[in-house]
């Protein structure tokens, strides 16, 4: 069964026949439709009973870069002519997988789309720890390409929610689930963690899965600007393209934090003092108590200089960060992939100038600290070692700082 599913497959591929159906974004405060999300379909009489279906025999058959390909182009096609020449904004889907390793592929087909055609490119929450720099790259390389980046069933793992202000998706999708337990006090937690990113990236929020008048109130009670689902539509061949607000879904590009250094991002409104390694010690711990503390777990992102300075005492206290929150990672010259149960390790270049820094990050929806310090390069006792730091609370800044880190990490 296996192998005809899989021959199966490539003769769709290669005659076509797939196509997609359109759904509506509408706006929840004026009810105008602003977007559309473009559907996989199967070919009638092909023998594919649900898109789910064909989608996880590609998955199978290491062919689902190539499915998502068909249908982007399908969709990109589609967009072109239906829009008759006006402004249209499409959100497409990709596998994280599919953005890590075929980007090309894809960057390849939308290079070719309408001038007019503009896309979200929606990917899953899923796998982000798996490889959080390679999905941080191709995001910016789909913002360099005009795209605007949209998470997905945000909410189906809340500790996921830490990732959402790394990535910093310009749309995020409230699973549809969280519509039908809008009293429980964890999607309560899931929408202010989203409400509150929301409101400080000017990012749209959708409620998926609105189906009656009363979802839509619940919609807006979780803090959505856009909702989709049956109440509008199930998804249509055809479309007609709406009035269009052209900076609505704009791709707000990361930017060179991903190359520079966090002592590089350092802004000039933030005072550079100097201390010695012992006092700076316990704010680090005092940030580290921090993260543990939040209702909503953050992230933590450390830089060591070099392995040997993450001693026993310190891989005690990861181990115990990594065991209640979401991510944790250790950055330094010589660090193991995994320094510590549950650790994510990044060896780090010596000529990498963040060789020379030390900085703790702590970063979540209500959370955002750092300590950032660089080496003066004493050679005395290391606890005497004496550094240049800043410590801030400025979420713009903790940000950057964060993403300077989170682009050295290697694949899990």
Same mark, same amino acid.
């Given at each position: ?6 021959? /199966? ?62 249908? +982007?182009r399908a969709s990109l ?11 249209? !904004? ?55 390409? &005009? ?28 699973? *549809?689930?969280?519509?039908? !337990? ?9 929408? &202010? ?31 959505? !600007? ?49 201390a010695p390694k012992h006092?700076?010690?316990?704010? /680090? ?59 994510? &390790?990044?060896? +780090? ?26 080496? *003066? &390069? ?20 903790? !940000? ?13």
């Amino acid at each position: 069964m296996r192998a005809a599913s899989c021959t /199966s497959l490539d003769a769709l591929l290669r005659d076509g026949g797939l196509y997609c159906v359109y759904q509506p974004f509408v706006d929840v405060d004026s009810g105008a439709v602003v977007a559309f999300e473009a559907l996989l379909r199967p070919p009638a009489g092909s023998g594919w009973q649900s898109p789910v279906q064909l989608l996880d025999a590609a998955r199978e058959a290491g062919r689902l870069a190539d499915l998502e390909r068909a249908s +982007l182009r399908a969709s990109l096609a589609d967009a072109a002519r239906l829009s008759r020449g006006r402004p249209v !904004t499409l959100f497409v889907n990709l596998e994280p997988d599919t953005l890590t390793r075929r980007l090309d592929m894809v960057l390849d087909e939308l290079a070719g789309r309408a001038g007019q055609v503009r896309v979200v490119v929606e990917i899953t929450e899923r796998a982000l720890a798996d490889d959080l720099a390679g999905v941080l790259a191709g995001a910016e390389r789909l913002r360099a390409a &005009g795209c605007a980046i949209a998470l997905d069933d945000v909410g189906v793992h809340p500790e996921s929610l830490a990732f959402i202000p790394l990535v910093r998706p310009e749309v995020v999708k409230l699973d *549809l689930k969280l519509l039908r !337990t809008v009293k429980d006090p964890a999607t309560v937690a899931v929408a &202010g963690a989203v409400r509150a990113y929301a409101e400080q990236a000017g990012a749209e929020v959708v409620a998926e899965g609105v189906e009656t008048p009363g979802d839509l109130t619940r919609a807006l009670v979780l803090g959505a !600007t856009l909702g989709q689902g049956w109440l509008w539509g199930r998804g249509e061949r055809e479309f007609t393209p709406p009035a269009a607000d052209p900076d609505r879904f704009a791709a707000r590009p990361i930017g060179s934090a991903l190359e520079a250094t966090p002592f590089d991002l350092v802004g000039a409104g933030l005072r550079v003092r100097h201390a010695p390694k012992h006092l700076l010690l316990p704010v /680090s711990k005092t940030l580290e108590l921090m993260a543990l503390q939040e209702a909503v777990p953050p992230v933590v992102l450390a830089a060591f200089e070099h392995a040997r300075f993450f001693q026993p005492s310190t891989a005690a206290r990861y181990t115990g960060l990594a065991a209640r929150l979401p991510f944790v990672a250790a950055l330094g010259v010589d660090m193991p992939p995994a320094p510590a149960p549950g650790v994510r &390790g990044a060896d +780090l270049n010596a000529a990498d100038p963040l060789a020379g820094e030390w900085t703790v990050v702590v970063l979540g929806a209500h959370t955002s600290a750092a300590l950032i310090a660089r080496d *003066l &390069g004493d050679t005395g006792p290391d606890r005497d070692r004496q550094f240049e730091f800043v410590v801030t609370y400025d979420r713009s800044m903790v !940000t950057a700082a964060a993403h300077s880190m989170a682009g050295r990490l290697a694949a899990g």
